[in-house]
């Protein structure tokens, strides 16, 4: 049983940074990504960052030059450093692992989300 636990949200002023953290605990397969989305009041949820275990990072434009994903841990931990934060960068912030044990099976899995709010 896969759980990601999420920290790292809080309330900051607009230029600000934040970091967040997931962990992931659990089999992990050697394909996966982890990545993080995020959910504003009203809108739907959106991919900020991904990092899969091959290949590279993907980033909205939104974010890019501004955020940064990593992975650590042997592939348990995704941070995502977050400079210049902006007051649209308001939302709740979700850790997504995406686990599969077989290329044409995959799982996903959701962190309960942090919330992250940056003030004008």
């Known amino acids: 049983q896969v759980q990601l636990v999420e920290s790292g949200g809080g309330l900051v002023q607009t230029g600000e940074s934040l970091r967040l953290s997931c962990a992931a605990s659990g089999t992990m397969y050697s394909i996966n990504t982890m990545g993080w989305y995020r959910q504003a009041p009203g809108k739907e949820r959106e991919l900020v960052a991904e990092?899969?275990?091959?290949?590279?990072?993907n980033y909205a434009d939104s974010v890019k030059g501004r955020f940064t994903i990593s992975r650590g841990d042997r592939w348990h931990t995704v941070i995502l450093q977050m400079n210049s934060l902006q007051p649209e960068d308001t939302a709740v912030y979700y850790c997504?692992?995406?686990?599969?044990?077989?290329?044409?099976?995959?799982?996903?899995?959701w962190g309960q989300g942090t919330q992250v709010t940056v003030s004008s």
């Open positions: 990092s899969p275990s091959v290949g590279t990072a």
């Open positions: 997504k692992l995406t686990n599969c044990p077989r290329m044409d099976m995959c799982n996903n899995h």
